[in-house]
């Protein structure tokens, strides 16, 4: 699977949008772009993935540039309720395993 | 449709006895997978498993761990003689067979294992 690159931190201002960036500079044709987040003391939580166009659902919106070597997880109004380790994960679909292989992620921290 | 449940929440062993974590998947979901995350560290695969079968374990320590996801019933985690270095939070996520856009996995809230 392809490493993956996010900023450790990032900080947002509550009810404005928080722009989350991760670059996957070495993703193959065949690897989708995954985005969970972990609130703290709490099980994962997934949250929006794509391959190539943007995907938007009720929580996010995932913007991937045209040569897809980096993606911007969107997410329009944060509250406080944000605050998380935000992932970035590039896998592939089916094969052998379906593991998340997880990095240390960037930190979102939404004040108030 | 109730999301991924795992028992107990919390668990306290002392060095030498026996852990056992449950996990109950989604309703309708076949595939089942462990991760661990050490105090202070990140998440890291454990083992992946469908109804009967181990489809990888490349996660798993070489001894004391060992899973199963049988025909009927939640997947067990079991960790032998545990060791105060195997304290952590031990997450299950489940997934859906055959999702062609991928199979996204939704996690459980964790068993979270002292050993003292």
């Known amino acids: 699977d392809a490493k993956t690159t996010q900023p450790p931190s990032m900080d947002c201002a509550e009810g404005r949008a928080a722009n989350l960036p991760c670059n996957h500079s070495?993703?193959?044709?065949?690897?989708?772009v995954y985005w969970y987040r972990q609130i703290h003391s709490q099980g994962p939580q997934y949250i929006i993935h794509g391959l190539k166009n943007n995907e938007t659902n009720e929580m996010a919106s995932l913007i991937i540039t045209e040569d897809r070597k980096s993606s911007t997880l969107i997410l329009p109004h944060a509250t406080l309720r944000d605050t998380a380790v935000y992932y970035c994960?590039?896998?592939?679909?089916?094969?052998?395993?379906?593991?998340?292989?997880f990095g240390t992620g960037t930190l979102l921290a939404v004040q108030p | 449709n109730a999301g991924v449940m795992q028992n107990p929440r919390h668990l306290v062993r002392r060095r030498g006895q026996e852990a056992r974590l449950r996990c109950s998947p989604m309703?309708?979901?076949?595939?089942v997978y462990w991760y661990r995350q050490l105090p202070e560290e990140g998440l890291k695969f454990m083992v992946y498993?469908?109804?009967?079968?181990?489809?990888?374990e490349s996660g798993m320590p070489k001894e004391r761990f060992s899973a199963e996801f049988p025909k009927e019933g939640p997947s067990i985690l079991r960790i032998q003689q545990v060791v105060r270095g195997d304290s952590a939070a031990y997450f299950c996520?489940?997934?859906?067979?055959?999702?062609?856009?991928?199979?996204?996995?939704?996690f459980g809230p964790g068993t979270r294992l002292t050993v003292l």
């Open positions: 309703k309708g979901h076949s595939h």
């Open positions: 498993l469908q109804k009967e079968n181990i489809i990888d």
């Open positions: 996520a489940s997934s859906l067979e055959n999702v062609p856009s991928g199979n996204e996995q939704f």
């Open positions: 070495t993703i193959s044709g065949n690897e989708y």
């Open positions: 994960i590039v896998r592939a679909y089916g094969g052998a395993t379906n593991k998340l292989i």
